[in-house]
């Protein structure tokens, strides 16, 4: 994994500082949903920037190219790009959902077990939805059936 990917997968969105609870602080209180609030609306925002750049990026780069080799890494390119939109799409309505989990103020509580999933986990994956032991296992579980 290159060192931009890794800094990515730290934190996905940029500009953001870490949150840093004060002393005796409520877990998932005002102050921290507002934070998270923040983070996942920038993280959807820089998303549909992606987006509209993919549009203009496949109008502007369409070409009719005679030669088939160059006709086939065109297409290729483009399907990567369509690809990793379509993983992109996915992850705004999950960032949707999360955002939803705030305002009903049940976000930050794992959906398996009802434990608090953690601010640092948060921070890493604004839209986790189970404690790290819950997404272990499930991901166990997934290998042994093999989806």
Known sequence: MSTQAKQQ???PISGFEPYKEAPGEEYMGK????HFTKVLNQWKKELMEGVDKTVDHMKDEAANFPDPADRASQEEEF???LR???RERKL?????KTLQLIEDEEYGWCES???EIGVKRLEARPTADMCV???TLAEIKEKQVGK
């Not at 705004?92 to 949707?96: A, E, H, N």
């Open 9 to 11: 997968a730290v934190q």
């Open 31 to 34: 102050p921290m949903r507002a």
């Open 79 to 81: 399907a990567l790009e």
């Open 84 to 86: 990793a939109r379509d």
């Open 92 to 96: 705004i309505k999950k960032i949707d």
């Open 113 to 115: 077990c009802g434990v």
């Open 133 to 135: 032991d819950c997404k």
